[in-house]
């Protein structure tokens, strides 16, 4: 498979993606301490798995499959982490997916901006057909979100996952697929202009 470029610094004006690097481990670790519904958060590094979530995360980077992206705030400091996923050039799509975000940054310009700038480079710079973003079917803040960004659900993948939560044990997760077109981009970006200048 082709690789794309290395990975991009992106700069906003509420939040700059540049690559996530093993010095970022405990601003990262500091940034996602609180604020989580386990429920949905099953990729959630803590202390302990750390390390190995990084590892994978350079694993799947080497491999041409991922780009992991630090996200920092206004002030530069660390407000959680996103990345391209499920890369594919031959295909000409990516996912941006794994996002987490500090609960301080939450219903903010800083996602809005986030995606407008992962989009913009998907689409403008590595020139894919087809960006996908997928979630938790109950999961019904993410996809409120993903929806205002003006993505399409193209289905749900029924038992996609299993989910484990300490307090209610495991569960099956059906995952909602959305996706946004090379087509739909020009509209989506004006949208998300306009979102940002409120």
């Known amino acids: 498979m082709t690789h794309w470029p ?5 700069r906003g004006r509420h ?3 540049r690559p996530l690097q093993r010095a970022d481990r405990h601003d990262l670790l500091a940034a996602l301490s609180t604020g989580f ?22 694993a799947e980077t080497a491999a041409g499959r991922a780009q992991v992206f630090a996200v920092l705030d206004a002030d530069g400091v660390v407000a959680g982490t996103t990345r391209y996923m499920r ?24 996602n809005t901006e986030a995606k407008k700038l992962l989009l913009g480079h998907a689409f403008d710079v590595l020139g894919v057909h087809c960006v996908q973003i997928r979630t938790d079917a109950l999961n019904h803040t993410s996809r409120r979100a993903i929806e205002r960004l003006g993505a399409k659900q193209d289905g749900i993948l029924r038992g996609h996952n299993v989910m484990y939560d300490p307090d209610y044990g495991e569960r099956r997760r059906d995952t ?17 202009d306009a979102l940002l200048d409120r």
Do not use: C, K, Q
């Open 37 to 58: 519904e386990r429920t949905f958060a099953g990729g959630l590094p803590s202390a302990e798995t750390i390390e190995s979530w990084l590892d994978r995360a350079e």
């Open 87 to 110: 890369m594919n050039a031959a295909a000409r799509r990516v996912e941006i997916g794994n996002t987490l975000y500090a609960p301080r940054v939450r219903r903010t310009g800083l």
């Open 6 to 10: 290395d990975l991009p610094v992106l």
């Open 15 to 17: 939040v700059t993606l």
């Open 176 to 192: 909602v697929v959305y996706s946004i077109l090379d087509i739909e981009w020009p509209g989506i970006r004006r949208h998300l």
